[in-house]
């Protein structure tokens, strides 16, 4: 089975590249040991050969019999390097199923670490918000506070009970703190702005 990248879990085939990854890793091993065993014997095999040689060049063996013995040992060895290739040949399949899996691992973890990210700032936005938003409701309770305050001194004045000049001190504070509450009020409705933004993702 091959495992393209992009697969998802909703696929039908989809395999989880961890399960890829042990699957594979007995089967390498394995085969690996195998692959192994088998270059040791083509290299005894060849050792033989050599070994036959020699003993047709001191004349201790006959033509024909080196002729019977190398066709016996060419034989298995030609049987033996084509399984050598069979063996290569999946290691290779393996090797590409490891390294797809593999990156299909990373993309995963990339992926975990970025929806855990997120998670933490739609979390760090959602306590800012509320601390916010209740600054936010102090702001407007302020507001009517002082505007409270500005009809008081309005019917003072009117009444005659508070000099002019006493009047004209409040009026200038009162929206001098008007002015300062607008600014913090437009900095506020910003940031929730930007804080809504990041919770809802």
């Keep these: 089975m091959s495992h393209h990248e992009g697969s998802s879990p909703q696929d039908d085939f989809y395999v989880d590249p961890k399960e890829v990854l ?3 890793s007995v089967e390498w091993v394995s085969l690996r040991k195998s692959y192994d065993e088998l270059k ?4 005894s095999i060849q050792e033989e050969l050599n070994i036959l040689d020699k003993k047709l060049e001191t004349g201790s063996i006959t ?3 080196h002729i019977k013995v190398y066709r016996e040992k060419w034989a ?9 290739r069979e063996v290569e040949n999946r290691l290779s399949e393996i090797q590409r199923e490891i390294r797809v899996a593999n990156k299909q691992l990373k993309q995963m973890e990339i992926e975990q670490n970025r929806r855990e990210k997120m998670e933490q700032e739609r979390s ?8 916010l938003k209740q600054g936010f409701d102090l702001v407007d309770a302020r507001r009517a506070e002082i505007n409270a305050e500005s009809d008081n ?5 009117r009444s005659g009970t508070i000099s002019d000049e006493k009047y004209r001190e409040s009026r200038i504070g009162q929206i001098r703190q008007l002015a300062e509450l607008s600014v913090v ?7 929730l702005a930007e804080l809504l933004q990041i919770i809802r993702g």
Excluded: C, F, G, P
């Design 22 to 24: 042990t699957q594979y």
């Design 40 to 43: 040791q014997q083509l290299s």
């Design 63 to 65: 033509d024909q019999e």
């Design 76 to 84: 298995q060895s030609t049987e033996m390097i084509q399984v050598k």
């Design 124 to 131: 760090h936005a959602m306590i800012e918000w509320m601390s």
């Design 153 to 157: 001194i309005e019917m003072e004045r």
């Design 185 to 191: 009020e437009s900095d506020v409705k910003r940031r």
